[in-house]
């Protein structure tokens, strides 16, 4: 077994390591957002709530207040167009949490591969470096009782 391929299988593992904390850190990003368009969504669908109850206000009573009314409906043909972008917006924001999240994963997996491979390699060579320290003990033991007869 060859040091330098354990040195290489480090390096890999670190890049590695390197790479998922990217991915989680995109994914962390990706999930704020995600938040943020959720937040703003059911703000802007509040928002037509509120033209809804103005409208029950003008008509409500002996009277209808048109104006009131009027303004209402301004407000709600505003609060529609909101929340259709408001809906586009977390939309796109949920598709790219997804995508990061199974980059995050894919990274992540990544990253136990190399872990597992430096491990094994590691041992390999921890292994046949005490094989052959073994070795050369036994040789060392052999030649003094040789050299003791």
């Known amino acids: 077994m060859d040091a330098d391929n354990v040195r290489r299988t480090g390096k890999?593992?670190?890049h590695r390591k390197f790479l998922e904390s990217q991915a989680e850190s995109n994914l962390h990003g990706q999930l704020k957002e995600a938040r943020q368009a959720q937040e703003t969504l059911a703000a802007r669908q509040g928002e037509l709530e509120v033209s809804s109850q103005w409208k029950?206000?003008?008509v409500s009573g002996t009277h209808v207040d048109l104006t009131l009314y009027q303004h209402a409906l301004?407000?709600?043909?505003s609060g529609d167009m909101a929340v259709h972008a408001?809906?586009?917006?977390?939309?796109?924001?949920q598709a790219a949490e997804r995508l990061a999240?199974?980059?995050f994963l894919r990274a992540r997996n990544e990253m136990r591969v190399a872990d597992a491979r430096h491990e094994r390699l590691s041992m390999q060579w921890e292994e046949?470096?005490?094989r052959l320290q073994s070795d050369w003990a036994a040789y060392a033991w052999l030649a003094s009782r040789e050299r003791g007869q």
Do not use: I, K, V
């Open 12 to 14: 890999l593992l670190r």
């Open 56 to 58: 029950a206000q003008s």
């Open 74 to 77: 301004q407000y709600e043909a």
């Open 86 to 93: 408001a809906t586009a917006a977390m939309e796109h924001a």
């Open 101 to 103: 999240r199974a980059g």
């Open 128 to 130: 046949a470096n005490e």
